[in-house]
Structure formats: structure tokens, C-alpha cells
């Protein structure tokens, strides 16, 4: 006989409250993270984590500087309400240890739910490509007990992703460089260089499956990238318009070929980019517009040019 499906879920994880939405677990989640805002009815659920740092409004050199201050020093970038997680009596916890900026400890998560009794199973989602999110998907509708759910979410984030695959790619294909952080300046990874791909262009500055990582402005300089697409982690599009000139405004960008020709496009990451979750899909379909748009021409929804 098969276990019940869980009726008191935790989602320690932005991504994963998606994902726990989209496969039709939604109604049984009862606890979210601060940063939980997508989709709306996740706004409204008891939040369990606050930011352990004073970043809020800070540039991204202030931003980098206290989270690796943190690091350093052992401390939590989170802080976990484990006296509230205890009151909802969760019966799956979902988290993830990919990234160790981008939700609370996965350390922290399991001594807090050991101290709630019992055996509540975490589950933690390690994606790093486009196939790796299309399985966690999968993996997340067999934990919350909605394998249906989640097989009609993957058939139709796969048919999405077909279709642009499908498509005939820019000629020449543009050279793409992406950037998940101003500064210190960052290339972002995992999954991005293959949205670019598969959006039909060549990816100069990340590494497909690789975490993201930090690059100098010289590099960015050599790769004489054709289109930039800023995606800062964390960020939305307005907020990402606001640091734009942190790369815009260093020197020899005048001279790149995506400046030269005004290829330069600011992105939601926050939404589209940096969370592997069904979202994911819609950044591709930003990827894929924005490579074969003329400058000035409308973009999707997310997007925006930076003149």
C-alpha cells in the first residue's frame, strides 16, 4: 500500500514553491521563503526565512561584500524561524544545496527539521542543466504525491523548449555573454549557456553545467560579445536597469560590438534566469526573442533594452 501524499509542505526554496504549485501541490503548502513571491497565492503563506544581512538596497559590491563577510565567518546569509516551522508540523520539507547564496544552509535545514520529531523527509533539488530542471519537476511531483500533475508540467516546458530548438538560429549566430552579478562581475552557468544555445546563439563567457563564475572585465573585453544580456541574481528588470552602468560604464564598452551595434538587454533573472524552476522556460523564450530582435524592436515581457 502506498504512502499518503504529505498534506503539510514546506518550501525552503523560491524555485521549488513554483514547482510545487505548478504540478498542483500548491493547496497543501503551508510555509514559503521571504523571497517566495511567484505565484501570487504564495505571497500570502506564513514566511519561515529573513535575509541575516543588511543588503536590502545595497549595491552589488556592498552585496557580494557582506555575503562573503559571512561566509567567511561561518555566519548564516538566512535566518530560519524554526520556532514556526515547528508550529506548521510540516510533513516534507524541500530545499536545495546547490547554491549557498541562494536559500538557507542545507546543514541548517536538516538539524531544524530533526528537531521537529519524528522522521519529516527533506528534500533537496540539485538541478544544473535545462533536462536536470525538467527531472526535478519529476522528482518533486513524486514526493508531494502528484505524479500527474508533474508529467503534464514537463510535457509542456519540453514541448516549449522544442519549439526553439526547432527554430532555424540567427545568422551568424551572435555571440552571447551573460551577466549574473556587476560586481564583481560574474558569467552566469548551470543552465543559461545552454538557454543561449539552444536560443540559437554561442555563449562566450559560461560554461554549460558549471556553477556561475567570477570573470574580469578583460575577459569580457576579449570575448567581443555581440549581445549582452544582463541578468543580475536575485534582481528584476527594474532593479537591474538601475545597476546597468556598473558594466556600461567601464571602460572600452563603447567599443564592443553589442554596444557598437546596441545589442545591450537588461532581464528580469530573478523570474526567468536564475530560479530552475517552470519559469525557466519563459527566460529561453526571452533568450531566443532577444537574439533575433533589432535594436529597438519590442521585447517579450522581462526584457528591456539598455541604450
Given at each position: ?9 514546506v518550501s ?5 514553491t513554483e514547482l ?6 500548491g493547496?497543501?503548502?503551508v510555509?514559503v ?5 511567484h505565484?501570487p ?5 506564513p514566511r519561515l526565512t529573513?535575509?541575516?544581512l ?12 557582506h555575503?562573503?563577510?559571512a561566509r567567511?565567518?561561518?555566519s548564516?546569509i538566512y535566518l530560519?524561524d524554526e520556532?514556526?516551522l515547528a508550529?506548521?508540523?510540516?510533513d516534507?520539507?524541500?530545499t536545495?544545496e546547490?547554491?549557498?547564496v541562494?536559500a538557507?544552509?542545507y ?16 528534500l533537496?533539488?540539485e538541478?544544473e ?6 527531472t526535478?519537476?519529476?522528482v518533486?511531483g513524486?514526493?508531494a504525491?502528484?505524479?500527474a500533475g508533474a ?7 519540453a514541448e ?14 551572435p555571440?552571447?555573454?551573460?551577466i549574473?552579478w556587476?560586481?564583481?562581475l560574474?558569467?552566469?552557468g548551470?543552465?543559461?549557456p545552454?538557454?543561449?544555445a539552444l536560443?540559437g546563439?554561442?555563449?562566450?563567457l559560461?560554461?554549460a ?5 567570477e570573470i574580469?572585465?578583460?575577459a569580457?573585453?576579449a570575448?567581443a560579445?555581440d549581445?549582452m544580456?544582463?541578468?543580475p541574481c536575485?534582481?528584476?528588470l527594474?532593479?537591474?536597469l538601475?545597476?546597468s552602468p ?13 554596444a557598437r ?5 537588461a532581464?528580469?533573472?530573478?523570474s526567468?534566469?536564475n530560479?530552475?524552476g517552470?519559469?525557466?522556460?519563459s527566460?529561453l ?9 533589432r ?11 539598455i541604450?
Open positions: 500500500m502506498s504512502a499518503a501524499p504529505p498534506q503539510r509542505i525552503l526554496l523560491p524555485s521549488a510545487l504549485f505548478a504540478v498542483g501541490a493547496p497543501r503548502v510555509g521563503t521571504h523571497e517566495c513571491d505565484p497565492a504564495a505571497r500570502h503563506l529573513a535575509n541575516a543588511p543588503t536590502e538596497g545595497e549595491p552589488p559590491a556592498a552585496v557580494d561584500r555575503i562573503r563577510r567567511h565567518e561561518g548564516s530560519l520556532a514556526r508550529g506548521l508540523e510540516p516534507l520539507i524541500v536545495q546547490l547554491c549557498p541562494c538557507v544552509a546543514p541548517e535545514v536538516q538539524r531544524a527539521a530533526r528537531r521537529l520529531g519524528g522522521d519529516v523527509p527533506v533537496s533539488l538541478p542543466s535545462l533536462e536536470d530542471i525538467l526535478t519537476v519529476e518533486v513524486r514526493a504525491g502528484s505524479e508529467a503534464a508540467t514537463v510535457a509542456q516546458m516549449r523548449r522544442d519549439i526553439i530548438a526547432s527554430a532555424a538560429p540567427p545568422e551568424p549566430r555571440r552571447v555573454a551573460c549574473e556587476t560586481e564583481p560574474m558569467a552566469a548551470h543552465w543559461v545552454e538557454m543561449v536560443a546563439g554561442i555563449d562566450v559560461g560554461s553545467g558549471r556553477p556561475s563564475a574580469s572585465w578583460d569580457v573585453v570575448a560579445p549581445v544580456v544582463l541578468m536575485g534582481y528584476g527594474e532593479r537591474t538601475q545597476v556598473e558594466v556600461t560604464g567601464r571602460p572600452g564598452f563603447a567599443d564592443l560590438p553589442c551595434m546596441g545589442r545591450v538587454i532581464v528580469d533573472g530573478s526567468y534566469f530560479r530552475p517552470p519559469r525557466i522556460i527566460g523564450e526571452i533568450m531566443a526573442a532577444a537574439l533575433r530582435a535594436p529597438g524592436e519590442p521585447l517579450p515581457k522581462g526584457a528591456a533594452w541604450r
